[in-house]
């Protein structure tokens, strides 16, 4: 599965552009595992190459045979000009070399919405810490970037499977991202601090949220926002 991802972060595995230990060690590291759940693994291209095109393209071709499904991502507010890529010609110019072709093998396809952000929405614009460089996740992003999942959703007229991430910290903000249009829905702040024990939680919480509503599945949520 192939994810051109559209500011997007909640990465699985890193390559080397995201500080980890670089495509080889990765290699091996997957090769050595043997767990049953859904493994994704996010592609960028290393910062101090000129060529982002055929880097992608190797970690592709080295990565696949272990992922169930691959995330390209061009919007890492910590590589720089890395964004550049969401441009409508640097994007088809990407995905229509062999990163297409191992989508088209695997027959999907999604958008991961939406990544973290250079911006302080308040109550972090008055931190201290406001001021220095980087990315903000966690609980200011929700309503941004769910709001940037609803516009996705009927853009694409609900025909691309959309994973929403961005500020997800229970069960009815999970809800809330589903019936913005997401398929699946993605986490990482709130599973670094809460640990293991927030994903059962989350899953409950949701179920009653679908009962009350009167849904008998996810997917029956799926951009209810949007019609």
Do not use: W
Request: hydrophobic share 40%.
């Amino acid at each position: 599965m192939c994810i051109a991802e559209t500011m997007a972060y909640c990465a699985v595995i890193n390559r080397c552009g995201f500080n980890s230990e670089g495509i080889v060690v990765v290699a091996k590291r997957l090769g050595a595992q043997h767990g049953s759940g859904i493994l994704g693994v996010n592609i960028g291209n290393n910062k101090t190459i000129e060529d982002a095109v055929s880097d992608y393209v190797k970690g592709v071709h080295t990565l696949s045979q272990f992922a169930d499904y691959l995330v390209i991502n061009i919007s890492s507010l910590n590589t720089p000009g890395l964004c550049k890529l969401q441009g409508r010609k640097q994007l088809e110019e990407l995905v229509k070399k062999d990163i297409a072709a191992v989508a088209l093998a695997l027959h999907l396809d999604g958008l991961i919405i939406s990544n973290t952000t250079i911006s302080r929405p308040d109550p972090v614009t008055s931190h201290p810490l406001a001021g220095e460089s980087g990315g903000l996740s966690g609980k200011p992003l929700f309503d941004m970037s769910t709001s940037i999942l609803k516009e996705m959703y009927i853009l694409t007229q609900g025909k691309i499977p959309l994973i929403g991430c961005g500020g997800v910290s229970n069960g009815e903000d999970a809800y809330k991202k589903i019936r913005a249009g997401a398929t699946l829905v993605q986490l990482y702040t709130a599973f670094a601090y809460d640990g293991p024990s927030l994903i059962p939680q989350i899953k409950a919480e949701l179920a009653e949220c679908l009962e009350r509503d009167g849904f008998k599945s996810v997917q029956e949520a799926v951009g209810a926002d949007c019609k």
